[in-house]
Nanobody
């Protein structure tokens, strides 16, 4: 069983930065898994924000391209989402997702609020 714990959320002013972390425990599959970051704002569906494959290929939704960077450190079983130039519309709960052999694991999420 895989447990995912997100951290790093908080309140930040527009234009500010945050780095989210997602640490996996309970299994040795992290390095063989794809990692995704999703977010869900109130009243909206959960959306895929950024993805990184087990080989390091990355992809982003258009609204965050050039501002967010996803990365991973397999030695620490941790993935990151560096978020720069944050906007009020980035406000949401951010979830880490690990995919291995078509099985999805989810963290509990971390709140990101962008407001002046």
């Amino acid at each position: 069983q895989v447990q995912l714990v997100e951290s790093g959320g908080g309140l930040v002013q527009p234009g500010g930065s945050l780095r989210l972390s997602c640490t996996a425990s309970g299994s040795s599959i992290f390095r063989m898994s794809a990692i995704n970051w999703y977010r869900q704002a109130p009243g909206l569906q959960r959306e895929l924000v950024a993805a990184i494959t087990n080989s390091g290929t990355t992809d982003y939704t258009d609204s965050v391209k050039g501002r967010f960077t996803i990365s991973r450190d397999n030695a620490k079983n941790t993935a990151y989402l560096m978020m720069n130039n944050l906007r009020p519309e980035d406000t949401a709960v951010y979830y880490c997702n690990l995919v291995y052999n078509i099985v999805y694991y989810w963290g509990r999420g971390t709140q990101v609020t962008v407001s002046s």
